[in-house]
């Protein structure tokens, strides 16, 4: 990472000279552009939380998980290209001298960096709590969603802008380091003397939060239960701390963290994903969703579709639901029997619309965004108890699970979808009823939890799916019953994978080009990232 120097959202205030004041000096008279410039720490706030999603300042434009997950995205089989042999869709790494996968780094180190050190320092000064323990909550979601992105990344010598050149530290301890900052995070929202205030809170946290700061507690504590459970392999995973923090995350949809959008008639923010920003035009769902939400999938031969499909994806002319499979494109399908785009264009558009008005779900202009539900939050706690061999908490949570994402999906996303295909009480009574659905707790398995938090976190949760199918290794067999966990999920195989892979599946991302691989080379080669298929080593989190 190259040396950089400290940079705040907020640009310098101009300095007046006084008349008469012909003797003062140059360096009084103007402050050093590069200079810690102090200004309201509400200020720094709203764009520290764009870059949970997609960041547009001068800080840095498209740093965020929505520019990554595009490609993590097919690395998942949320989406694959409609044309043959994408490098992302063969699982392919990043080549060349490319930033390319490098939006979480960015996020990270720039886009946040600084302004959130000194938006926590200033906070402690200024005894705002509130702002800290936020600051600290995100810092701990950040550093969680770089590790698991890039695996060994600068821990220690992160943000001393008087080094050179950085070293690198190992996945275990940023997990240590994620702990220990969602602890701080909580003392800090629990605190209420100083110049703690909800109404000052909401000034910086407009499109977060709201200024609640339960709500970031809740989010803190969330992160705590994704944290103790990466380590689902490991002989030390303690399944009674997932479900132990996930009781104290969201438990409802109203405790959601959600981030929003201004969606000022062109001139406000939107998601990266909408048809005003035009990104994902040639993107499609994939055979692996189709099949998981029309009966096709073989966990859940269904005589009907589930009744969330058109919420999630999309369906073709006939209202059949069908997606393309990785690195074959529209190979057997047309635009008669492909799926819509996720724009609502025919399956062989790439171009984006006007408007979203004929969008659906997080693919509209300004969407609610998750990024932790209290759903996520129901799956965490039933695979846990079914990997402690708690059949009746596993089944509960499990159910609890599907119905949250049953009233998020009516609750956030219901307006955009055709009156004819809204969820009813009776369709979704129907859906929860079927066995394969729904089985008895002695029948559930771990198939169950994991095709269904899948479908919960289609479209917005890619890098927690991405964990969970690294943990599973994309195609580990369930103990209780031989079969595939992900059930039906086939990784690209043969010539179908990417070149430099070498026959294996990707596990990270190599760290952004344009600081590691020009300013850190001998770190990088520590690490073995200057090998092409780099981006299969396996992670830390998912070896035993």
């Known amino acids: ?11 310098p205030a101009m300095v007046v000279l006084l008349l008469g004041s012909c003797a003062k000096k140059i360096d009084e008279a103007y402050i050093n552009p590069n200079a810690t410039v102090r200004v309201p720490i509400e200020t720094l706030l709203p764009n520290i939380i764009a870059n949970m999603v997609i960041s547009y300042t001068a800080q840095g434009t498209n740093y965020g998980p929505q520019n990554d997950g595009i490609n993590v995205g097919r690395y998942v089989q949320f989406w694959a290209a409609n044309t043959t042999n994408n490098q992302y869709d063969r699982m392919g790494g990043v080549t060349g001298a490319s930033d390319v996968m490098g939006s979480i780094w960015a996020m990270h180190y720039y886009g946040m960096g600084q302004n959130l050190n000194k938006m926590i320092e200033w906070g402690i000064e200024e005894e705002k709590w509130d702002y800290v323990g936020v600051g600290l909550a995100i810092r701990a979601w950040s550093w969680l969603m770089l590790t698991d992105m890039y695996g060994e990344v600068i821990l220690k010598d992160a943000f001393n802008t008087s080094l050179l050149t950085f070293k690198y530290d190992t996945q275990e301890e940023v997990y240590e380091e994620v702990k220990r900052l969602c602890r701080e995070a909580i003392i800090n929202l629990n605190r209420t003397d100083g110049n ?15 200024g609640d700061v339960e709500k970031w507690e809740k989010f803190a504590n969330a992160v705590m239960a994704r944290t103790f459970h990466r380590i689902s392999n490991k ?10 923090y996930a009781n104290l ?8 963290t959600n981030i929003t959008w201004s969606n000022d008639n062109g001139t406000g923010t939107y998601s990266y994903f909408a048809p005003f920003r035009g990104n994902i035009g040639t993107l499609r769902q994939t055979k692996f969703i189709a099949d998981l939400m029309s009966g096709l999938n073989t966990a859940i031969p269904l005589d009907e579709a589930d009744p969330r499909a058109p919420y999630i994806i999309r369906e073709n002319p006939a209202g059949e639901f069908r997606g393309v499979r990785p690195t074959k494109g529209a190979d057997g399908l047309t635009a008669t029997t492909g799926p819509a785009n996720f724009w609502g264009g025919s399956f062989t558009t790439t171009t984006a619309p006007g408007t979203d008005a004929d969008a659906r779900y997080v693919f509209t202009n300004a969407p609610v965004w998750p990024i932790a539900t209290a759903s996520e939050m129901a799956f965490l706690k039933a695979e846990a108890h079914l990997l402690m061999g708690n059949e009746g908490p596993a089944h509960t949570e499990y159910l609890r699970g599907i119905n949250l994402n049953f009233d998020q999906l009516i609750s956030d996303y219901e307006a955009h979808v055709p009156g004819a295909l809204h ?4 369709t979704r009574d129907n859906y929860l009823a079927d066995p394969d659905v729904s089985p008895t707790p002695a029948q559930l398995t771990l198939s169950h939890i994991m095709l269904q938090k899948f479908i919960a976190m289609y479209g917005w949760g890619i890098f927690e799916t991405w964990v969970d199918l690294r943990r599973y290794h994309y195609t580990d067999l369930d ?14 195989q043969g010539t179908e994978l990417f070149p430099d892979n070498n026959g294996k599946l990707v596990y990270r991302s190599k760290p952004r080009y344009n600081s590691e691989y020009i300013y850190n080379v001998g770190e990088l080669e520590r690490i073995g990232a200057m090998a092409l298929d780099y981006h299969t080593k396996i992670q830390w989190f998912a070896q035993p």
């Not at 703690?196 to 709201?210: E, F, I, M, P, R």
């Not at 969820?423 to 009776?426: A, K, L, M, P, V």
């Open 235 to 244: 002989p030390n995973y303690q399944p009674d701390s997932v479900i132990h």
């Open 196 to 210: 703690v205030s909800q109404a000052n809170l909401a000034l910086g946290d407009a499109y977060g939060n709201g």
């Open 423 to 426: 969820i009813t009480q009776t």
């Open 1 to 11: 990472m190259k040396k950089i120097f400290p940079k705040i959202l907020i640009a």
């Open 479 to 492: 103990p209780a019953n031989g079969l595939q966990v992900y059930r039906d999920f086939t990784p690209p």
């Open 249 to 256: 995350a969201m438990q409802t949809n109203a405790d959601n």
